[in-house]
């Protein structure tokens, strides 16, 4: 009789545990890893946290100091193989499908069916989120790397008006270095020269040459004389620069173009959000334009999240439905500088930058001339991106010659591929 109580008792715990688990295992929280920590950027993922908040889930949070680059995926390692992975990761361009491949990543596939996702975001960006025909991320906004930013005070004062060509820049620059202020804010870290590098491609050969090189790594383009010039504009851009520019953070650079000490910063439009923080205005305050030569093309960047594998797809799904709304992409985007991630989203509440930019991308979707950004992970696969970063980057900060420097290249991605 008491064996009897005593299987009954095993049962009713092991079925009361079962329970609890299951209850934990859907519990109302969202574990999200992410690289934001800049004020704007904490700003604008603030609008996706608060919206979970109100659909009663509790965030919690992971921001990873250092970027999205390899102190990301150390996190993502650790947790991996700790088993404790986090529900959504902030990830962008060919991560996501590496990630897709190793079964890392689980999909929000009846949301996007139900939402039609496939109607509403750029195929460009698909490429990335949808991986064999599943949703293994969540696309929230979209950035533009060929802009440059500049401070409308120095051009007021020396009467200067954003350049049409290229010849155009230099010539401003040392207008403005004999003024006193400094050509072009730039922090020396390798992720920031390829921002540079991505403008200056796209500037020397337009966006055919552009895919041909950087994202179909032709051989040939890579080493020829168009790549040549490519590097032969990043030399000057580097005579733009002040002597402390090597490892500043890409924020301070921005700061010091709306404290006037610089006149301009060639960055993706993340830069806008500082300016918005600043309490300054496009137009008033400060300007944007696109880098010379570029008029028509949009290198673009897109920030997503991934679906992790986890026992959270309640939450996942109200994470995916809140970041693909329409109203929250489109006070994100406003605070963050991007524009939405969805064609969709209105853009009246945009300032001028933002609906320039948002105009830009759909005209670029139709002529075909919106590129992956190389310098942002949307243009060739991590370890190609990785070698080829390591050349411009040295390049940019010791000089040398853009032919044995396009060489360099060639032989880099060669290597890596």
């Given at each position: 009789?008491?064996?009897?109580?005593?299987?009954?008792?095993?049962?009713?715990?092991?079925?009361?545990?079962?329970?609890?688990?299951?209850?934990?295992?859907?519990?109302?929280?969202?574990?999200?890893?992410?690289?934001?920590?800049?004020?704007?950027?904490?700003?604008?993922?603030?609008?996706?946290?608060?919206?979970?908040?109100?659909?009663?889930?509790?965030?919690?949070?992971?921001?990873?100091?250092?970027?999205?680059?390899?102190?990301?995926?150390?996190?993502?390692?650790?947790?991996?193989a700790?088993?404790?992975?986090?529900?959504?990761?902030?990830m962008i361009?060919?991560?996501?499908?590496?990630?897709?491949?190793?079964?890392?990543?689980?999909?929000?596939?009846a949301?996007?069916?139900?939402?039609?996702?496939?109607?509403?975001?750029?195929?460009?960006?698909?490429?990335?989120?949808?991986?064999?025909?599943h949703?293994?991320?969540?696309?929230?906004?979209?950035?533009r790397?060929?802009?440059?930013?500049?401070?409308?005070?120095?051009?007021?004062?020396?009467?200067?008006?954003?350049?049409?060509?290229?010849?155009?820049?230099?010539?401003?620059?040392?207008?403005i270095?004999?003024?006193?202020?400094?050509?072009?804010?730039?922090?020396?870290?390798?992720?920031?020269?390829?921002?540079?590098?991505?403008?200056?491609?796209?500037?020397?050969?337009?966006?055919?040459?552009?895919?041909?090189?950087?994202?179909?790594?032709?051989?040939?383009?890579?080493?020829?004389?168009?790549?040549?010039?490519?590097?032969?504009?990043?030399?000057?851009?580097?005579?733009?620069?002040?002597?402390?520019?090597?490892?500043?953070?890409?924020?301070?650079?921005?700061?010091?173009?709306?404290?006037?000490?610089?006149?301009?910063?060639?960055?993706g439009?993340?830069?806008?959000?500082?300016?918005?923080?600043?309490?300054?205005?496009?137009?008033?305050d400060?300007?944007?334009?696109?880098?010379?030569?570029?008029?028509?093309?949009?290198?673009?960047?897109?920030?997503?999240?991934?679906?992790l594998?986890?026992?959270?797809?309640?939450?996942?799904?109200?994470?995916?439905s809140?970041?693909?709304?329409?109203?929250?992409?489109?006070?994100?985007?406003?605070?963050?500088?991007?524009?939405?991630?969805?064609?969709?989203?209105?853009?009246?509440?945009?300032?001028?930058?933002?609906?320039?930019?948002?105009?830009?991308?759909?005209?670029a979707?139709?002529?075909?001339?919106?590129?992956?950004?190389?310098?942002?992970?949307?243009?060739?696969?991590?370890?190609?991106?990785?070698?080829?970063?390591?050349?411009?980057?040295?390049?940019?900060?010791?000089?040398?010659?853009?032919?044995?420097?396009?060489?360099?290249?060639?032989?880099?991605?060669?290597?890596?591929?």
């Amino acid at each position: 009789m008491m064996q009897k109580h005593h299987k009954r008792l095993a049962l009713f715990i092991s079925l009361a545990l079962a329970g609890l688990c299951q209850a934990q295992a859907q519990d109302k929280t969202i574990d999200v890893v992410h690289w934001w920590t800049s004020g704007s950027e904490g700003a604008a993922l603030k609008v996706l946290r608060d919206d979970m908040g109100k659909r009663g889930f509790q965030w919690k949070d992971g921001a990873v100091s250092g970027g999205g680059g390899e102190p990301a995926r150390a996190v993502l390692r650790t947790r991996l193989a700790a088993n404790n992975p986090p529900d959504v990761m902030q990830m962008i361009g060919f991560s996501i499908p590496a990630y897709a491949d190793d079964g890392t990543l689980g999909n929000v596939d009846a949301l996007a069916a139900e939402q039609g996702w496939d109607k509403v975001v750029p195929p460009q960006l698909q490429k990335f989120a949808k991986h064999k025909n599943h949703w293994n991320a969540v696309p929230l906004g979209v950035h533009r790397t060929n802009w440059i930013w500049a401070n409308k005070a120095i051009f007021d004062e020396l009467k200067l008006a954003p350049p049409k060509t290229f010849e155009e820049l230099v010539s401003m620059a040392d207008k403005i270095r004999k003024a006193g202020y400094i050509p072009l804010a730039h922090g020396g870290q390798a992720w920031q020269s390829a921002t540079l590098f991505d403008s200056a491609v796209l500037s020397v050969g337009g966006a055919k040459f552009y895919k041909e090189a950087l994202i179909d790594l032709d051989p040939k383009a890579l080493s020829g004389k168009t790549m040549e010039k490519a590097f032969e504009q990043l030399a000057q851009l580097r005579t733009m620069v002040d002597p402390a520019y090597p490892n500043r953070e890409w924020n301070f650079a921005t700061s010091m173009v709306y404290h006037k000490k610089a006149a301009m910063q060639i960055m993706g439009d993340w830069a806008k959000g500082e300016f918005e923080k600043a309490r300054m205005k496009p137009g008033t305050d400060y300007l944007c334009f696109q880098y010379p030569g570029t008029d028509g093309a949009f290198i673009f960047g897109a920030d997503q999240f991934g679906i992790l594998n986890t026992k959270q797809q309640a939450a996942q799904v109200a994470f995916a439905s809140a970041a693909m709304d329409k109203g929250v992409q489109e006070k994100f985007n406003i605070i963050k500088g991007s524009i939405p991630a969805r064609t969709d989203v209105p853009m009246d509440n945009f300032d001028s930058c933002g609906k320039k930019s948002m105009a830009d991308m759909k005209q670029a979707i139709k002529s075909n001339t919106m590129v992956g950004s190389f310098a942002h992970g949307h243009a060739m696969r991590d370890t190609a991106k990785v070698a080829a970063t390591e050349v411009v980057g040295k390049f940019f900060d010791k000089g040398g010659s853009p032919a044995e420097a396009a060489q360099q290249l060639a032989a880099a991605i060669a290597k890596a591929k």
